[in-house]
């Protein structure tokens, strides 16, 4: 069966610091991958997709930046954090279109 | 361009009463598909159902619901006789792509 791991679970980082978040998903090949972050009471907010290995979507242009190194490997990173990075960073991976996404359990994302 | 909308924000009941969440969609392609997601107050996000666009019959699974109407967009989420673990954020989505564009979420309390 398929898995999705991410990491870390929680986060402190202060404001000018580097981030990098990973995401793996195992029992699967050539998944689509995506990152999502949801603020505080918030809905989800896409940050990036991936379709292949080195193939990178931006939906929103900021200070973070993705990278897919392997199939099954998606990072998450910033060079300097924002107060406004704050939040809680979901991965997720799908099979195809007609199939449900499905999450990792998150990332809680502090910024001091 | 596709477009969810959840238009109850947050919703309260007492345990054993039914519940009702409104989903609206708007889409132009032919061939898309709806899905509903529950997020604990644990943050992961747990799929719950997905549904083609050709595939109008409404489904019932245990205590949940879903009433799919393509003449008015809308992907309806009834929860019968409530329980307090049905205490969460739903989520409705819609996808035609690689992308899956989410509705802002209910939040739905349910008080013992």
């Known amino acids: 069966s398929q898995t999705i791991h991410q990491w870390p679970a929680t986060l402190v980082q202060p404001v000018g610091s580097p981030l990098s978040l990973e995401c793996t998903v195992e029992g699967t090949s050539n998944p689509n991958l995506y990152w999502y972050r949801q603020a505080a009471g918030r809905g989800l907010q896409l940050l990036f997709y991936s379709v292949g290995i080195g193939q990178i979507s931006s939906e929103v242009p900021q200070n973070l930046s993705a990278s897919r190194p392997q199939d099954r490997q998606f990072i998450l990173s910033s060079k300097k954090l924002l107060l406004s990075d704050s939040g809680f960073y979901l991965c997720?991976?799908?099979?195809?279109?007609?199939?449900?996404?499905?999450f990792g359990d998150g990332t809680r994302l502090s910024i001091l | 361009a596709q477009k969810v909308t959840q238009a109850q924000t947050e919703i309260s009941v007492v345990e054993k009463e039914d519940v009702t969440l409104d989903c609206v969609y708007e889409?132009?392609?032919?061939?898309?598909?709806l899905f509903w997601y529950k997020q604990p107050p644990s943050g992961e996000l747990v799929f719950l159902i997905r549904r083609n666009s050709f595939d109008e019959q409404n489904e019932i699974s245990g205590r949940y619901s879903w009433n799919f109407q393509k003449s008015t967009s809308s992907f309806n989420f009834t929860i019968t006789a409530s329980q307090v673990v049905d205490s969460a954020v739903y989520f409705c989505?819609?996808?035609?792509?690689?992308?899956?564009?989410f509705g802002a979420g209910t939040t739905v309390t349910v008080r013992a």
């Open positions: 889409t132009r392609d032919t061939t898309y598909y």
């Open positions: 989505a819609l996808t035609a792509d690689y992308k899956l564009s």
């Open positions: 997720a991976w799908r099979d195809s279109p007609n199939q449900p996404q499905h």
